[in-house]
């Protein structure tokens, strides 16, 4: 054989090596939640429950997580209430008219494609930019594929936590949101 033609063979099984490693890379993707995800956020129906809103998530390697959402951290205020965070409203609703930061926590691996997570936003008064408290979100099992991923409201928990030392901060549950979204590619 020619030195060209060992050049040739030679390219073409480090390009079928790339091409098979390339697969095991996207099969092991399909494996893991790291990357960032765009979701849509809803809660069930009620008196209290805040309105769809859109939401990223990025999951980092060594199982952190950071967050931001349209709702707390788009200044939801509304300052033609005259009321800051968490006072209750015209018909008894709670107004939460607050600013948040974005969300930080820790997520684990619970099985294959299913993961829990925790994330913890600073939460201000939108009248004041007083410090108020924390919101914290914890969902129990959120399940993910290659470009998919979903939490049901049963397996998650967000609670508004009042006072400014979050171990004492005291919790005002808003219950479980259903959460469906895509992988940002």
């Given at each position: 054989?020619?030195?060209?033609?060992?050049?040739?063979?030679?390219?073409?099984?480090?390009?079928?090596?790339?091409?098979?490693?390339?697969?095991?890379?996207?099969?092991?993707?399909?494996?893991?939640?790291?990357?960032?995800?765009?979701?849509?956020?809803?809660?069930?129906?009620?008196?209290?429950?805040?309105?769809?809103?859109?939401?990223?998530?990025?999951?980092?390697?060594?199982?952190?997580?950071?967050?931001?959402?349209?709702?707390?951290?788009?200044?939801?205020?509304?300052?033609?209430?005259?009321?800051?965070?968490?006072?209750?409203?015209?018909?008894?609703?709670?107004?939460f008219n607050?600013?948040?930061?974005?969300?930080?926590?820790?997520?684990?691996r619970t099985?294959?494609?299913?993961?829990?997570?925790?994330?913890?936003?600073?939460?201000?008064?939108?009248?004041?930019?007083?410090?108020?408290?924390?919101?914290?979100?914890?969902?129990?099992?959120?399940?993910?594929?290659?470009?998919?991923?979903?939490?049901?409201?049963?397996?998650?928990?967000?609670?508004?936590?009042?006072?400014?030392?979050?171990?004492?901060?005291?919790?005002?549950?808003?219950?479980?949101?259903?959460?469906?979204?895509?992988?940002?590619?």
């Amino acid at each position: 054989m020619s030195k060209r033609t060992y050049l040739l063979l030679l390219v073409a099984l480090i390009l079928l090596a790339l091409q098979a490693r390339a697969g095991d890379s996207a099969q092991r993707f399909a494996h893991t939640p790291n990357g960032a995800w765009l979701l849509q956020v809803s809660f069930p129906p009620g008196p209290e429950a805040p309105p769809p809103f859109h939401e990223t998530l990025t999951f980092h390697a060594f199982g952190t997580v950071t967050e931001s959402n349209t709702a707390l951290n788009a200044n939801s205020y509304n300052p033609a209430l005259g009321q800051g965070c968490g006072f209750t409203g015209p018909g008894g609703a709670l107004e939460f008219n607050c600013n948040g930061s974005d969300g930080t926590g820790s997520w684990r691996r619970t099985s294959r494609n299913t993961i829990a997570f925790t994330i913890i936003k600073f939460v201000y008064d939108g009248a004041t930019n007083a410090h108020v408290g924390y919101l914290r979100v914890s969902s129990s099992k959120v399940t993910f594929g290659r470009d998919g991923i979903a939490q049901s409201a049963k397996d998650s928990v967000t609670e508004f936590l009042v006072g400014k030392d979050l171990e004492s901060a005291v919790a005002i549950p808003f219950g479980g949101a259903k959460a469906r979204g895509i992988r940002v590619h």
